[in-house]
């Protein structure tokens, strides 16, 4: 049954392959899961009325990549962020109930105008999706996304593409 959040117990789940099954999209386990909830996920809405995808991660001062990138400079990898997206495709091609495992498969353009630092109390992302492609038992999905850092727009991605392979 396709529900339209999911909570982080929920995402664990699906890390683990209990939520759409053996074989099939599952989400990296922390700490690569890069997002605390998904708030919203539905079909046929965003922009190109092919699904959209909301997600948030707190940030706390004990994230793991704090500690690491940089020594006395905190800031999480834009790379993470980017991550993040890509796991959203790839979460909402299993949640249609597409088969198979994903993999991200590349971005056009990815601008980062800002940074997500310890102050940051949330990063959010949206994900809107442009287009699904089924051929065989492979399927593509393609989106555009952004992340927010305490509402403002720091990253944007476009033509995110994830598939998953049988």
Known sequence: MK???YTYNELINCGEGGLFGPGNAKLPLPPMLMF???TEISENTGNYKKGLVKAELDIKNDLWFFNCHFKEDPV???CLGLDAMWQLVGFYLGWLGNPGRGRALGVSNVKFTGEVLKNVKMATYEIDMKRILIKGETTVGLANGILLADGEKIYSAENLKVGLFK
């Open 3 to 5: 529900k339209n959040s």
């Open 36 to 38: 605390d909830r998904i």
């Open 76 to 78: 999480m990898p834009g």
